[in-house]
């Protein structure tokens, strides 16, 4: 497709559980970020992709969130032992321009929205 | 602390009448500033952006902003609301600077009654 998919749309787990959601970006992107959007908020930043490098992990709220990109193109983020306060929705977003700050615009995916029971 | 403020949780008008959203911010420097739309269930979609020169910056859909340095204000409008307008708008910031990407606002409700 042209677009940023991702995947699963919707997620349940169970508290402690791990989870991992997939981000496909758009063909050639570069770039490549995770935002985590809690409910009535807007999205918030997590961590930066440039390539297969993270440059990035600023955002991610504790060291039970990890982000690959081992080949450059897809990219997977993962939660260990998941917690009530995880459940959001999580974006990803792609640019084709070469730098975490930008003047050129983000393409979004549809995200994934996930809940802890 | 870098912020971007959306001053309305929500904001109502008639079909055919003109529209404001507003968005303050909170950034050293020059920023990049972006107006984003989110329908339910979807991602968001860019509709412009302001770097540097023309204070109004035109967008998708008829939109437009304009940029106000002294104020540190950059309100999205359009001239004639649509229904269809009706969704979820943020106002982003990129700060240009060592410091996170982007930085949204909380989010304004755009309803449009026909």
């Known amino acids: 497709g042209a677009g940023v998919s991702q995947s699963p749309r919707y997620k349940v787990a169970k508290r402690g559980q791990d989870v991992a959601l997939r981000c496909d970006p758009i063909?050639?992107?570069?770039?490549l970020f995770w935002y985590q959007q809690a409910l009535g908020q807007g999205p918030e930043f997590l961590t930066y992709f440039q390539n297969e490098a993270q440059l990035d992990k600023s955002g991610l709220p504790s060291d039970r969130f990890f982000a690959e990109r081992p080949e450059g193109s897809v990219s997977t983020l993962k939660i260990q032992r998941t917690q009530q306060e995880d459940s959001a929705v999580y974006l990803c977003?792609?640019?084709?321009?070469?730098?975490?700050?930008?003047?050129?615009?983000?393409?979004f995916g549809d995200g994934t929205r996930l809940s802890i029971l | 602390a870098q912020s971007v403020a959306q001053p309305e949780d929500q904001v109502n008008v008639a079909e055919g009448n003109p529209l404001t959203v507003k968005c303050t911010y909170s950034?050293?420097?020059?920023?990049?500033l972006f107006w984003y739309v989110q329908y339910p269930n979807r991602g968001l979609q860019f509709l412009l952006k302001y770097i540097t020169g023309d204070n109004l910056v035109k967008g998708s859909y008829g939109f437009e902003a304009e940029f106000n340095k002294s104020q540190t204000s950059f309100h999205l409008k359009k001239p004639s609301a649509l229904v269809s307008d009706s969704a979820l708008y943020f106002c982003?910031?990129?700060?240009?600077?060592?410091?996170?990407?982007?930085?949204f606002g909380k989010g304004t409700t755009l309803s449009v009654s026909s």
């Open positions: 063909s050639g992107h570069v770039s």
């Open positions: 982003a910031v990129s700060p240009n600077q060592a410091g996170t990407a982007l930085i």
């Open positions: 977003a792609s640019s084709d321009h070469r730098g975490i700050y930008s003047n050129q615009p983000q393409h």
């Open positions: 950034v050293s420097g020059n920023p990049y």
